[in-house]
């Protein structure tokens, strides 16, 4: 302050009028303010931020790579200048009217709350990323809570700059808000309910990122890609994106196929009708044609032996005897075989073959088993594998698949 007195004599002596000295004399030591400032937010740049991110390359762990983040700590460095502006103002001006510091402060106060805000929202966002990056918080609704936070942390910032702008305190505008809870509640409903229903999701391991999932109501089947506050977005199978909100997953039903991952297989469930006129009882030449194949040869084998005694003994516990053989049993007897026999086929898990109820359309005949392969490519491959040979091996056993006449049919019906 002697400097800018001796100035202001200079000045005065050269011939400018007092008043016009005393204002050039506070413009000086507002300028050599910033210069202050400035030089404190370069030495803030170069010399201590570049310290910390050397500090944090030499450690081992890989979070504060991210939460110390470059772009992290420069929004935190931007508090420097506003700062140190905030704190000298009131020396540069220590001879004025208080109108003048009060209003360069409050533009000061103002830059530190946003610098504080950007900082702390660019810091939640690097926490995010670490927590999200570690396979046991995969399942938790990170992104909510990463979103419900920034939603506190901005009404927060919002009140405190009101506070500032109106001159009150933020506490007395909170508490005045009080009476208007109910509008409030209103216009974050939205966020609320998805909230809670992003908690209930995570608590009750009904959803996580990476699930499988099929909502017929949205149109969704495919991969969850995120669960934030407002929504969950599905990645379909066909590349499309459908959003969701949190809450209709918790009111309304949803398939999730994640269980079927983590099981033992993947259920294969598909039938085929016989022509039910292709049934008959088996001939010998018949019983003999098929017992040369190599699936049904123990079966053929335990039935002719198991035949009722002449003393009227009982057959074994079978419930056929030879007499009673069909193409269509043998031929059952054979796909139980075939699909026991196939190395994808989890034997821990139901396998049957079985008859459903007749229709106009032929005799279902179901396939009932489990893949221990579960991707849908190769799943949908070992299912089309299957029934390839099943639709092959069909004229062996003398039967007939049902088909509705097709016009080939027909012609050849007309030529005969």
Known sequence: MEILKQIDELL?????SAEWANILDHYVAF????IIAFAADLICRHFLLKAIAKLVRRTKATWDDIVFDHKVMIRMSRIVIPLVVYLLVPVAFADTSSATVILLRRVCLLFIVWTILIFTNSFLQ???IVYSEQERM????LKGIL???QVALWFVGGIVILGILLDRSPLALLAGLGASAAVLMLVFKDSIVGFVSGVQLSANNMLKV???IKVPKYDADGVVTEVAMNTVKVRNWDNTVTTIPPYALVSDSFQNWNAMRESGGRRIKRSINIDMNSVRFCTPEMVERYRRIRLVRDYIDRVVQAAPSPDGGDNAGLPIDKDSLTNLGIFRAYLTAYLKELPVTNPDLHCMVRHLQPTEHGLPVELYFFSSIKDWIPYEAIQADVFD??????PEFDLRVFQSPSGLDVRQALNN
Do not use: E, K
């Open 12 to 16: 005065v002596s050269w011939g400018m």
């Open 31 to 34: 300028v050599l303010v910033l």
């Open 126 to 128: 690097a926490v995010y």
């Open 138 to 141: 995969r399942s938790r609704p």
């Open 147 to 149: 979103q419900t936070l």
């Open 210 to 212: 990476g699930d499988w």
């Open 389 to 394: 040979h099943v639709l092959a091996i069909i």
